[in-house]
């Protein structure tokens, strides 16, 4: 919201004065003084809103709430430089006002001609060595946030991930563990005094993606055919929605990314449980042998049947997942249902086809996706 303000209000205002300038007849007095107060007040009420934000997850995902050291370093980085723009902007101000209030036009002005001043070593200087001073302190500031964040050294104990961008979903690979899973990543907290951070490695398997968590980390692309890293250490338990930041076709919008930071008891449980193969059930026989023999088993992969698609997402237990599409809609029978029914119901465009299954299939298939914890 804050962004989206600052990239209409300014241009409104700059419409505003235009318009008084080529229509001060029709203009209502203080319309453009009160459209700077509104500005004002709006930018104070964010700052105070963000400084007042309680530590641990947000419902909206936010750089002013972190909860891990590289978004702790990046938020302190953006607090200096708002800090710094903040000054230059009250300086400059300051300066405009003085200028039209010292040197408005009074009653009893001859009207002649000002003292015209050709050039002053000393204000050029000012003007020149400032700004370079401003622009160096920043730079170093940006350089010494990259470097930390960079080149941190990480201790034996962390967890490895291998996160892959496809259109439109997340693959998240635990090589350690051996196993593969879908959309939601699951993390370790870490704490500060023995930290285990999580390491990422990003992927793309077709076009570029961006992997985003503002309260974890920063914004880092997926390029195909390119290994970038990224790295968390969550400092409080709890859910953390990140976002695929770069445009990647259609569905952009519904590519979601849902962090769950768990205790390290909780972690490892979480970690057992994926590693087991599917239970196999005869009471939903007949909706396995529709996965298998129809072209849900080309695209998707369930441990411990014949079933080994690497096109879509792992569905060995997509029932421990909170949602389905990426985090397009809640994962219930409902939403499963019209999901195989009709994918383009839930996340228009999306690759996932419609498999005209009858209605027989359908509820035998969805009985058995039900059973895959």
């Not at 007949?286 to 879509?312: L, P, Q």
């Not at 997402?313 to 985090?327: C, E, F, K, N, V």
Request: glycine content about 6%; overall charge negative; aromatic content about 10%.
């Amino acid at each position: 919201m804050g962004l989206a303000f600052w990239s209409v209000v300014p241009g409104r205002l700059m419409f505003l004065r235009s318009w008084n300038c080529e229509r001060s007849n029709l203009m209502p007095r203080g319309l453009g003084r009160r459209a700077l107060v509104t500005l004002l007040a709006t930018m104070l009420l964010s700052g105070v809103s963000s400084a007042a934000s309680l530590d641990g997850p947000s419902p909206t995902p936010s750089i002013f709430n972190p909860t891990s050291t590289p978004a702790h370093d990046i938020y302190h980085l953006a607090l200096f430089v708002m800090a710094t723009c903040l000054g230059i902007f009250l300086v400059v101000f300051s300066l405009i006002a003085y200028s039209v209030i010292k040197f408005r036009k009074r009653a009893g002005d001859d009207n002649s001609e000002p003292p015209q001043i050709y050039g002053s070593n000393q204000v050029e200087l000012a003007w020149t060595v400032i700004p370079v001073i401003i622009v160096v302190v920043l730079f170093l500031a940006a350089a010494r946030v990259i470097h930390a964040v960079e080149d941190a050294q990480f201790p034996p104990n962390t967890i490895e991930v291998t996160a892959t961008g496809h259109q439109f979903w997340w693959e998240f690979q635990y090589p350690a563990y051996g196993f593969t899973t879908a959309n939601e990543l699951h993390v370790p907290v870490s704490d500060r005094n023995h930290p285990t951070p999580t390491h990422i490695l990003l992927l793309s398997a077709d076009t570029d993606h961006s992997f985003w968590v503002p309260q974890l980390a920063g914004k880092i692309d997926l390029i195909p055919n390119r290994r970038n890293e990224i790295w968390v250490d969550p400092h409080d338990v709890g859910h953390y929605l990140g976002q695929c930041a770069q445009y990647c076709g259609t569905q952009h919008a519904k590519m979601l990314l849902n962090v769950f930071v768990d205790t390290p008891e909780d972690f490892q449980r979480w970690v057992q449980q994926q590693k087991e193969p599917a239970v196999a059930s005869d009471q939903v026989a007949a909706g396995r042998k529709v996965f298998e023999t129809n072209a849900c088993m080309n695209c998707h992969t369930i441990a411990g049947t014949i079933s080994h698609g690497r096109f879509g997402p792992d569905l060995t237990h997509l029932m421990s997942r909170t949602t389905i599409a990426s985090g397009a809609a809640p994962n219930t029978q409902d939403n499963l249902t019209l999901w195989i029914k009709d994918p383009d119901a839930i996340k228009p465009g999306c690759l996932m086809p419609a498999m005209q299954l009858d209605e027989q299939d359908v509820n035998a298939l969805v009985a058995y996706l039900m059973t895959l914890h």
